[in-house]
């Protein structure tokens, strides 16, 4: 690119567009300031007062200046004086109020950014998060918003001050010495050209340094949320290490982001104070020659400082506010993701009691991840209300991509999945949803209570409801046992209880859903043999009258079904009852006699 090409690309239009494009991504958060149009209106009045405030000082300094300090204008600089303090007075309190009903705004705005964006987490699909990282998302929640908190809060406040202050202080300037101001300010272009056209590189860096933090945080997150297996393994060192070299990527990326602002607000500085030099040496040669008062020039010097000082500290705001630009950006990744898992526009309207008639209809499905191998093949299978079907297979034979399917985590590629006869696409999910409780193998223990983990999802539940729940659970008896019984709290995923106890939690949480359809995976397979008893007992009498889907491994739990459904590769391969697969000979004989040598080995 030749020098002219290079002068004509850099003109005053491209850098608006520049600038706009800078602060577009700030532009989506502007509703959720504008819901407080009155603390807004508050602190621009805050603002406008101590704008005026600062502004009349130089007019007093001149006075005292001109006037002279001599014994008869004691009386005179008094008054300048007591006005001076005055003055103080109001700009200290406007001051305080601007900054209140700013930073309070930041923090309002944000809270509900917040909120927003957690909701809209909540509502993303499975797919989202099979390739999602949580710590990576925790640092949008948490670090991306604090920046906006920022850019809404101190660094508003800080720019609309100094904009206010440097349009008064030009103002002022033009009616002390129009000569002088138009000087002053032909350096205005100068300084604000680099400034808009260094925005986007430190939004990008910014952009990138966030990026490589939330990457840290993610790789901690996962850490410390399998701390055990960490120190189990002797993994400590390499998992330290590992942390420390991407916190030092993201120290390098954020280093660079500095440099860049650095030099910017370097440059912007000595320009200003450069041209305020020059400037003063003019106005000094006017007063040698008469042409101005020693008093007219400290005005203006004064109010060219204030609006120096102004445009020094609207540079380095504007670096905030491209970082902030950048954090938004990164913000409008996550809302931008729609989820796929949505009510239809006219959803089917649920039934007061769903009768739990469950079936497949030639379901072919591949995870996203995954999508060039079938995690479920043509499969077709219809379960009766009421009927206990047990579903057996290797692993990855698809038993769980049923749960998931039926619970509408995913959709299927073809063929449909229906309740009673609707089609569950049809369904608002959270109808849907509330027809079904399952009980995973591995079962989710939150940080809550005891009372408020059996209810999780049913927050409404009386606490007779909680503990009979937990008493067919049979969990009443350990519960009591606890320190606060069922108000103890639950550390993080439940790692202060046994695998057996978080399993019966787990089923109490199904029985309080007293749902239709009970989806059980393995939800014995942490018991003891005495307590799987009980617990098996109690699932028998939280079965009757309700469709059961169970995940089998073990056979103490098969001989229960109705009918025992085998998959393999994502097909129904066998089907019927444990006595005539066992003498078909196939798949199933097979796992039968595997698991019987393993029981007689592990007896013996």
């Known amino acids: 690119m030749t020098e002219t090409q290079s002068a004509a690309a850099s003109t005053p239009s491209s850098d608006s567009r520049r600038f706009s494009a800078i602060l577009a991504p700030l532009r989506p958060l502007l509703p959720y300031a504008l819901r407080y149009k009155q603390t807004i209106a508050l602190a621009f009045a805050a603002l406008i007062v101590a704008a005026g405030a600062t502004l009349t000082l130089p007019a007093a300094v001149r006075g005292m200046i001109?006037?002279?300090?001599?014994?008869?204008?004691?009386?005179?600089?008094?008054?300048?004086?007591?006005?001076?303090?005055?003055?103080?007075?109001?700009?200290a309190l406007?001051?305080?109020?601007?900054?209140?009903?700013?930073?309070?705004?930041?923090?309002?705005?944000?809270?509900?950014?917040?909120?927003?964006?957690?909701?809209?987490?909540?509502?993303?699909?499975?797919?989202?998060?099979?390739?999602?990282?949580t710590g990576e998302l925790l640092s949008r929640l948490t670090a991306?918003?604090?920046?906006?908190?920022?850019?809404f809060g101190s660094s508003a406040s800080v720019a609309l001050r100094n904009i206010f202050m440097f349009i008064g202080a030009v103002v002022m300037m033009f009616a002390t010495s129009p000569k002088l101001a138009g000087l002053a300010l032909a350096a205005i272009p100068v300084i604000v050209l680099p400034l808009i056209a260094s925005?986007?590189?430190?939004?990008?860096?910014?952009?990138?340094?966030?990026?490589?933090?939330?990457?840290?945080?993610?790789?901690?997150?996962?850490?410390?949320?399998?701390?055990?297996?960490?120190?189990?393994?002797?993994?400590?060192?390499?998992?330290?290490?590992?942390?420390?070299?991407?916190?030092?990527?993201?120290?390098?990326?954020?280093q660079a982001a500095t440099l860049m602002r650095?030099?910017?607000?370097?440059?912007?500085?000595?320009?200003?104070?450069?041209?305020?030099?020059?400037?003063?040496?003019?106005?000094?040669?006017?007063?040698?020659?008469?042409?101005?008062s020693a008093g007219l020039l400290s005005q203006f010097v004064l109010y060219a400082v204030l609006g120096a000082s102004s445009l020094g500290e609207l540079s380095s705001v504007w670096s905030e506010v491209a970082a902030a630009a950048g954090a938004a950006t990164r913000i409008a990744e996550i809302l931008s993701v729609k989820p796929k898992i949505v009510a239809p526009p006219y959803p089917t309207p649920a039934p007061a009691r769903w009768r739990g008639q469950i079936s497949f209809d030639h379901v072919v499905f591949s995870y996203p991840t995954a999508p060039d191998r079938a995690a479920l093949r043509d499969l077709s299978l219809v379960v009766e209300p009421g009927e206990r079907v047990a579903l057996v297979g290797p692993s990855g034979a698809g038993k769980s991509t049923l749960f998931s399917l039926l619970l509408r985590f995913y959709d299927v590629d073809s063929g449909a999945i229906a309740l009673d006869g609707v089609d569950v696409r049809a369904l608002d999910p959270l109808d849907l949803r509330a027809a079904i409780a399952l009980a995973p193998q591995d079962p989710v223990i939150f940080g809550l209570s005891v009372a408020e983990n059996i209810a999780y999802g049913r927050e409404g539940a009386t606490r007779e409801a909680i503990v009979a729940a937990a008493k067919r659970a049979q969990a009443h008896a350990f519960i009591e046992a606890l320190p606060q019984g069922y108000d103890t709290l639950l550390g993080e995923r439940g790692v202060t209880l046994s695998g057996g106890q978080r399993q019966r939690l787990a089923i109490a949480r199904a029985i309080l859903a007293d749902a239709p359809v009970l989806l059980l995976d393995e939800a014995t397979s942490a018991l003891d043999a005495e307590n799987e008893a009980a617990v098996q007992a109690a699932l028998h009498d939280v079965m009757a009258g309700r469709t059961s889907i169970v995940i089998a491994h073990r056979l103490a739990t098969v001989l229960e079904a109705d009918r025992i459904i085998v998959l393999d590769e994502g097909r129904i391969v066998e089907e019927g009852t444990h006595a005539t697969l066992s003498a078909a000979g196939g798949l199933y004989a097979r796992l039968a006699k595997l698991q019987f040598d393993t029981e007689r080995a592990g007896a013996a």
């Open 66 to 91: 001109d006037h002279g300090f001599t014994a008869d204008s004691a009386g005179t600089v008094n008054a300048y004086f007591g006005a001076m303090i005055g003055v103080a007075a109001t700009l």
């Open 94 to 133: 406007a001051s305080a109020t601007r900054y209140y009903f700013v930073m309070t705004l930041g923090e309002r705005v944000v809270a509900d950014l917040r909120a927003d964006l957690f909701k809209h987490l909540t509502a993303l699909d499975a797919a989202f998060f099979d390739t999602a990282k």
């Open 144 to 151: 991306d918003t604090t920046l906006l908190k920022s850019a």
């Open 199 to 254: 925005g986007r590189s430190v939004r990008r860096r910014s952009k990138h340094a966030q990026d490589m933090l939330a990457q840290a945080a993610a790789y901690a997150g996962e850490n410390l949320s399998a701390v055990r297996a960490m120190q189990a393994n002797g993994a400590q060192a390499s998992t330290v290490s590992r942390f420390r070299r991407a916190v030092e990527t993201a120290y390098e990326a954020a």
């Open 262 to 292: 650095a030099f910017v607000t370097a440059g912007v500085i000595l320009v200003v104070f450069t041209s305020i030099v020059a400037v003063l040496w003019l106005g000094a040669q006017d007063v040698l020659s008469g042409r101005m």
